[in-house]
Nanobody
Framework: EVQLVESGGGLVQAGGSLRLSCAASRFTFDDYAIGWFRQAPGKEREGVSCISSSDGSTGYADSVKGRFTIFSDNAKNTVYLQMNSLKPEDTAVYYC?????????????????WGQGTQVTVSS
């Protein structure tokens, strides 16, 4: 069973930065995509960013373009989400997820395996 473990969340002031990590293990397939998603209280889960294992292509939600960067360290089986210029509206539980199709998309319905989530709180 695929395992995904997020870390790096916390409390930060507006304008600050955080780096989230998603450590992946027990993959039984060679091609996959990893996505980052978030869910704020009372709102639906939304896609934030994604990366493909096959060609490194990435995708971002419009709300985070230019502020967030997704990248991977294959040696560590870890995908990171660097979040800069954080805003109070970025406050949410952030999840990483995986699918066994190496197409970078941020539709949460396409992902099969999910981590437990990490809280990000941005104060104004």
């Amino acid at each position: 069973e695929v395992q995904l473990v997020e870390s790096g969340g916390g409390l930060v002031q507006a304008g600050g930065s955080l780096r989230l990590s998603c450590a992946a293990s027990r993959f039984t397939f060679d091609d996959y995509a990893i996505g980052w998603f978030r869910q704020a209280p009372g709102k639906e889960r939304e896609g934030v960013s994604c990366i493909s294992s096959s060609d490194g292509s990435t995708g971002y939600a419009d709300s985070v373009k230019g502020r967030f960067t997704i990248f991977s360290d294959n040696a560590k089986n870890t995908v990171y989400l660097q979040m800069n210029s954080l805003k109070p509206e970025d406050t949410a539980v952030y999840y990483c997820a995986a699918k066994d199709v190496a197409i970078a998309t941020i539709n949460p319905n396409e992902y099969d395996w999910w981590g437990q989530g990490t809280q990000v709180t941005v104060s104004s």
